[in-house]
């Protein structure tokens, strides 16, 4: 069955700390992939995004994420973080074969302490 | 002005009444998809429409209904609320790449 996975459900970090997130699926066949950050009270926004090229892709807010195709993982990494980037984040996949419904995985809580 | 807005933001209600959630967009997306959102299960796909003509279920369709209106409005309905629907539940847009989705506010559904 297609699916995603995040590994970690809730990180704590202090501020300046690095941040990797991992985010592993399981899809056959080519792939899009997202991560999507929620702010407390506000709703999701795209983080970045790979479809194909580069496999290492750069967002907002100084984030990027590597696609490793050998192992169906694309991780979400912050060298430094801030106390502003205290927020929800999602890793989504949209498989060929899936129609065109996106798949969330079930988010991973980051708290970063000043 | 927002490009996606939902209506209610918050609703109360009791067991077995009907609701409805409204989604309206001015992006001129023709793909609108509802959502819901519980704690620790991320978000998971309800109902998704490609065209005013096109309706299609998600993965957690059982107990909800659609409708689109238009290409810019896309309601949600649960026809008699049950307190496991209770959830924060959002509407989003698409162009036919999708690039990106674009998410609405999220309206807060509590069913007593």
């Known amino acids: 069955a297609q699916s995603v996975s995040q590994h970690n459900h809730h990180v704590i970090l202090s501020e300046a700390a690095s941040l990797e997130l991992g985010c592993n699926y399981s899809y056959g066949g080519t792939v899009n992939l997202f991560w999507y950050v929620q702010y407390p009270g506000q709703h999701l926004q795209l983080l970045l995004k790979y479809f194909s090229g580069d496999p290492l892709v750069k967002g907002i807010k100084g984030f990027e994420a590597e696609f490793i195709k050998s192992k169906f993982s694309f991780n979400l990494r912050k060298p430094s973080v801030q106390w502003s980037d205290t927020a929800e984040y999602f890793c989504?996949?949209?498989?060929?074969?899936?129609?065109?419904?996106?798949?969330f995985g079930k988010g991973t809580s980051l708290l970063v302490t000043p | 002005d927002a490009d996606v807005t939902q209506t209610p933001r918050n609703r109360i209600t009791k067991t077995g009444k009907r609701i409805m959630l409204e989604c309206s967009q001015t992006?001129?997306?023709?793909?609108m998809y509802w959502y819901r959102q519980d704690p620790g299960l991320g978000l998971r796909l309800i109902y998704y429409s490609f065209d005013v003509k096109d309706i299609n279920k998600g993965e957690i369709s059982d107990g909800y209904s659609v409708s689109r209106q238009a290409q810019a409005k896309f309601s949600l309905s649960l026809e008699s609320a049950i307190p496991n629907q209770t959830a924060l539940y959002f509407c989003?847009?698409?162009?036919?790449?999708?690039?990106?989705?674009?998410f609405g506010p999220g309206t807060r559904l509590t069913v007593l």
């Open positions: 992006k001129g997306h023709d793909r």
């Open positions: 989504a996949v949209k498989g060929s074969n899936s129609g065109y419904a996106l798949n």
């Open positions: 989003a847009t698409s162009d036919p790449t999708e690039q990106e989705q674009f």
